[in-house]
């Protein structure tokens, strides 16, 4: 069988953040990682763990300190061309309108007008937002907002999207309407996004959405488990995941217990 490719390769990544003046705490320790086309993996672990630190060395936001990351066959030294974040705190720009919002990035890759206008029409027309094109962040819903973080987010067309808790601050009935158009998207090949990573703390919502589910255990973080879900994605419900779920908390509790 052909060996697969990664999208995304991490080798023996390690990175520490100092505080105060001398002392230097390592937050992520010898992480080896990779995620392939067509693949939509969690990060699963608690506060402190390092995950958010971790996909933002992804995204090259923040540079690790060992360690080598390879995305789309490039070395990430710096923002990486070919991802996009989404965060928990929608992180719009409060004097934009929903257009400019989504063109945003757009604008920064210095793409002619009429390629911005397509593009930006179309995002916002697939993620529902057509009829909000000119409002502005506070005129909306905390779930249309994050639409349109999405939408910004997907508009540069990245080949791997990285999801830092996009759901959490939205209430059930709307994260859960969110997700579930994302995936419709992704699974009807309506974006260009290859694959995903999902920062979450909830073990239902890794279950459901991913492929591959990665526990981090904090204290250094590092990646302890991983999880293949065997279940059609079109197939699950809370009844038929209701082991895996089960069997990756037990497994989580365990590892906080051992590192407490």
């Known amino acids: ?3 697969r490719h990664p999208l995304v390769e991490m080798k023996n990544v390690s990175k520490s953040f100092c505080k105060g003046s001398k002392q230097s705490i390592p937050v992520l320790e010898h992480i080896n990682f990779e995620v392939y086309d067509n693949e939509v993996v969690s990060l699963l672990g608690r506060s402190g763990s390092g995950k958010s630190t971790l996909i933002r060395m992804i995204s090259g936001l923040i540079d690790p300190d060992f360690g080598s990351i390879v995305c789309n066959d490039l070395p990430v030294n710096g923002p990486c061309r070919d991802t996009s974040m ?8 409060p004097w ?8 945003f ?8 007008r009429e390629e911005i206008e397509r593009r930006t029409m179309r995002m916002i027309e697939l993620i529902g937002l057509t009829e909000y094109a000119n409002a502005y962040p506070k005129e909306l819903s905390g779930g249309m907002r994050q639409r349109v973080g999405f939408a910004r987010a997907l508009a540069i067309e990245p080949k791997l999207m990285l999801l830092d808790e996009p759901f959490s601050a939205l209430d059930v009935f709307t994260g ?3 997700r579930q158009d994302l995936m419709d998207l992704w699974e009807q090949r309506k974006i260009a996004t290859r694959s ?15 492929d591959r589910v990665c526990l981090l255990t904090s204290d250094p973080g590092t990646i302890t488990d991983i999880f293949t879900i065997d279940i059609p994605r079109a197939e699950r419900t809370r009844d038929n995941t209701q082991a895996w779920v089960n069997r990756i908390r037990d497994t989580l509790n365990e590892k906080i217990a051992m590192t407490a």
């Open 1 to 3: 069988m052909k060996k």
């Open 86 to 93: 989404v965060f928990q705190s929608f992180a719009l720009f």
């Open 96 to 103: 934009l309108t929903v257009f400019n919002n989504v063109a």
């Open 105 to 112: 990035g757009l604008q920064a890759a210095g793409l002619n």
């Open 176 to 178: 859960q309407k969110l």
């Open 196 to 210: 995903m990573i999902l920062v979450t703390h909830s073990v239902e919502e890794a279950v459901m959405l991913s």
